[in-house]
């Protein structure tokens, strides 16, 4: 007798989506080689929108796919992957100089602790 299934589970609020994903993606993948190996990929899509729960369903029908994309797992296991992929985050550094103005011929390099230099205007 075969032991019971556990289905492929994905938190979308995880702190690290992108581990999450990859591990639940595992998961699936050993699902469809092993006990689901006989289902044609129609069913398998069928499957994987099922695992994915409310949010993933969500995400799924905001992308307004193809009738064919729908029915493409490869294409599908993609778009998951992409939503759940780091976003690159540009840091900018600026350097605020509160109240401090530069006017006529001062500059930013002129500036001294908040004051004019010996007869500076402002």
């Known amino acids: 007798?075969?032991?019971?299934?556990?289905?492929?589970?994905?938190?979308?609020?995880?702190?690290?989506?992108?581990?999450?994903?990859?591990?639940?993606?595992?998961?699936?993948?050993?699902?469809?080689?092993?006990?689901?190996?006989?289902?044609?990929?129609?069913?398998?899509?069928?499957?994987?929108?099922?695992?994915?729960?409310?949010?993933?369903?969500?995400?799924?029908n905001s992308w307004g796919l193809a009738d064919a994309d729908k029915k493409n797992i490869s294409f599908l296991v993609g778009k998951f992957q992409d939503h759940a992929a780091p976003t690159k985050k540009h840091n900018f550094r600026t350097l605020h100089l509160p109240g401090e103005k530069t006017a006529g011929r001062r500059n930013v390099r002129n500036f001294r602790h908040g004051s004019p230099q010996s007869g500076e205007r402002l």
């Open 1 to 60: 007798m075969a032991a019971p299934q556990q289905n492929p589970t994905i938190n979308w609020q995880a702190t690290n989506l992108n581990e999450e994903w990859k591990n639940f993606k595992d998961h699936a993948q050993l699902m469809f080689k092993g006990p689901l190996k006989r289902i044609g990929e129609e069913e398998q899509c069928a499957y994987l929108l099922i695992w994915v729960g409310d949010t993933g369903r969500e995400f799924f």
